[in-house]
């Protein structure tokens, strides 16, 4: 069998130390490359397309949840954290396995067991994809969307979006940074963006009512409003009715 | 503080009892030795009695004006004095005028004219007791209110000790230094018992309970140079910082912990979320009436703080009005990357050598 390739990603040179010194001690596995942060690490794992990451929850500018959703097809993931409740509630049923740090050698090897039985059988994806999702049941209102355009991770307040549109099975966010594809579904971001900001006003749009310049009605129960940037956008009349309430007229 | 007499409605009824009872024994005095007849005793000692009352009432703020912590002894008597000559002199008059017309008839005229000089000194006299009682109930107040503001201040003592050790037994801090000293000890023996040393003495001084609210500012510093050490330790070259203390202001007195938050945030906003060196500075002065201890970090901008932030600063700001009575002593600055806290310790607390 060939050897797992792996990836550490930490923050903590200190903490990715042991891990090298205890995963050079297990001839499975092969490291390929360690990762200060979440933007290194997304990249790495683009170009490294490791089997097996080693993942640090709080890190500087994203966190490896954040990190987690802007890969495609991940590989399979433990995560290695000091203390998170959520994460250890998600990952009870999810991970792969989560290690608490300090761990010792033999925990850690228990791990490497689980990964190549996970790995024989290649059932990591879905389980990924779970664990993002009861991630995203957990945790409340975002104060951030991560994007990512090829090369480059945009990190963006959720109070600079103008107004996020749906496409087919994603949405494209407008926002002063310009215009960012994420794979997310409307619903997702009706659900996790503060409803007093963020108004479903058509099938299609989530405006941010920071930005609403003016509304206009040009057929009987359709409308159109403008946001502040010039964008006209349909409103339905359930967006209407939506709108009317949050802005008590 | 509200007036005893128009708010309360047990001490109204007392007050009102008391100045009609007056009144009814001087009618009855006067019906009892024949002086006036029924109606006339009863219009004359009632219609003094009301007037009597109705202006007792205004006698409070002449006491509320006069405040034994702002003003001098004379003042205050100066002020009484003056205040119970036109007490006096308006209720006789007003009582008077009221009665005669109330009367009218010359020899009520004839008996009120004589008793002016009694009248005098009976109304000297309750304004002087009136302004005892009020003086009383003034004191009893303000200590209710001292011990209320000092039952705040206990329990904000005890609640930023509690945030305090929640600091010191931060999760995310102890088990991550822990899984540094696991890996140092395989790499570097002698820098993990470095470590370990410097993280039990940080948990010695946080887990210990302060009999004392105050610490010089020696010994607070001292424990947050043990904090910033174990975090250089982890974070290396990530962590940069600098002590600039005036050597005068290491034997004041601060509030114990109030500084631990502060460096918290400066290392979780500038280091736990930046890939790039960032630097704490401290800086201690002495200005003419207070010391300033003043830190600065760097942030990067680019990421987004987790909400929340804040909380700890309200805390800190919450101790000093309790201590120093001001809510002006906190205060921050943004500029561009640079966070800074500043706390202005009064000197109304003194030294300790």
């Known amino acids: ?249 | 503080m509200e007036h005893p007499v128009t708010t309360n409605r047990i001490s109204g009824l007392l007050y009102w009892l008391f100045s009609v009872t007056i009144g009814i024994i001087q009618a009855v005095f006067n019906i009892y030795y024949q002086i006036l007849p029924v109606s006339f005793a009863l219009t004359d000692g009632l219609t003094f009695a009301l007037v009597l009352g109705i202006f007792g009432v205004a006698i409070w703020y002449v006491v509320r004006y006069n405040d034994p912590e702002k003003s001098t002894a004379v003042q205050i008597f100066g002020s009484h004095i003056a205040a119970a000559i036109v007490f006096t002199s308006l209720w006789i008059l007003a009582s008077g005028i009221i009665a005669k017309t109330l009367i009218n008839s010359s020899s009520y005229d004839h008996y009120l004219n004589g008793l002016i000089a009694e009248r005098v000194i009976g109304g000297l006299i309750f304004y002087a007791l009136l302004v005892f009682v009020y003086y009383i109930y003034v004191y009893s107040q303000h200590n209710l209110e001292k011990q209320l503001k000092e039952a705040e201040w206990q329990d904000q003592v005890r609640k930023a000790q509690l945030s305090a050790l929640k600091f010191q037994i931060n999760p995310h801090f102890l088990f991550n230094s822990l899984n540094s000293v696991a890996s140092l000890t395989l790499s570097n023996p002698e820098k993990a018992h470095e470590m370990v040393i410097a993280l039990s003495e940080f948990m010695r001084y946080s887990l210990r309970n302060p009999k004392d609210d105050m610490v010089t500012l020696e010994v607070e510093l001292r424990n947050i140079e043990l904090y910033l050490q174990i975090e250089k330790i982890r974070f290396g070259n990530n962590l940069q910082y600098r002590f600039d203390v005036d050597k005068a202001c290491y034997h004041r007195l601060i509030p114990n912990l109030i500084l631990q938050p502060i460096f918290e945030n400066a290392i979780k906003y500038g280091v736990y979320e930046s890939s790039v060196p960032s630097a704490i500075i401290l800086e201690v002065k002495k200005l003419p009436k207070s010391m300033e201890i003043r830190v600065i970090n760097d942030f990067d901008v680019e990421s987004i703080p987790a909400k929340g932030e804040g909380i700890g600063l309200v805390n800190i700001n919450n101790r000093l009005r309790l201590l120093y009575g001001s809510s002006r002593l906190l205060t921050t600055e943004r500029k561009q990357n640079r966070f800074s806290v500043v706390i202005d310790i009064p000197d109304v607390m003194g030294n300790i050598y």
């Open chain 1, 1 to 249: 069998m060939s050897k797992i390739k792996t990836l550490i990603i930490d923050d903590e040179s200190l903490a990715r130390d042991l891990l090298r010194v205890y995963l050079r001690k297990d001839d499975r596995i092969e490291i390929m490359g360690e990762c200060a942060n979440g933007f290194e690490g997304v990249l790495a794992i683009q170009e490294l397309k490791p089997d097996l990451v080693f993942l640090d929850i709080q890190m500087p500018k994203i966190t490896g949840f954040e990190m987690l959703e802007l890969i495609e097809d991940p590989p399979a993931i433990i995560f290695s954290t000091a203390y998170d409740q959520y994460a250890i509630r998600a990952f009870e049923t999810n991970a792969i396995d989560y290690l608490l740090k300090p761990y010792s050698f033999e925990r850690l090897a228990g791990a490497l067991d689980k990964v190549v039985e996970k790995l024989k059988i290649k059932t990591i994806q879905p389980e990924i994809s779970q664990l993002i999702e009861t991630h995203d049941k957990e945790s409340g209102l975002l104060n951030r969307v991560v994007v990512r355009m090829g090369r480059k991770i945009q990190v963006i307040p959720v109070e600079s979006i103008y107004y996020i549109e749906s496409q087919d099975d994603f949405v494209m966010i407008y926002c002063k940074e310009g215009h960012f594809m994420k794979q997310k579904t409307m619903k997702y971001f009706e659900q996790h963006l503060d409803e007093n900001h963020f108004v479903r006003i058509h099938r299609s749009y989530l405006l941010n009512l920071e930005f609403l310049a003016e509304i206009q009605q040009y057929e009987k129960d359709s409308w159109i409003i403008m946001t502040r940037q010039g964008v006209k956008l349909k409103v339905s009349k359930t967006g209407y009715a939506n709108l009317k309430e949050k802005l008590n007229i």
